[in-house]
Nanobody, 117 residues
């Protein structure tokens, strides 16, 4: 089992920045991918960014150049630095962990990010 705890969400104005964090605990695999998804009201959950333990990283086109995902292996944590935020970025952001060895998939409880116009 893996537990994910997110923090750092909140309210920010258009053009502002925010960093959200996710700490993983439990049975952490040496081969995994951690990432962020988001879900806006009335929309499907979508991938924002992910980062493998190898360092391989990718982003949704809508956030490329504005968001940066990073990891701290020692803390089993993943971060999402979000810049130049717009109201379209308003959503609940969910941390995700996937274990390459077992295929297990875990979700955090979500953190609300609201961008005011």
């Amino acid at each position: 089992q893996v537990q994910l705890v997110e923090s750092g969400g909140g309210l920010v104005q258009t053009g502002g920045s925010l960093t959200i964090s996710c700490a993983a605990s439990g049975s952490i695999s040496s081969l995994n991918v951690m990432g962020w998804y988001r879900q806006a009201p009335g929309k499907q959950r979508e991938l924002v960014a992910y980062r493998f333990t190898s360092g391989l990283t990718d982003y949704a086109d809508s956030v490329k150049g504005r968001f940066t995902i990073s990891r701290d292996s020692a803390k089993n944590a993943v971060y999402l630095q979000m810049n130049s935020l717009t109201p379209e970025d308003t959503a609940v952001y969910y941390c995700n962990y996937k274990d390459h060895l077992t295929g297990a998939n875990y979700w955090g409880q979500g953190t609300q990010v609201t961008v005011s116009s």
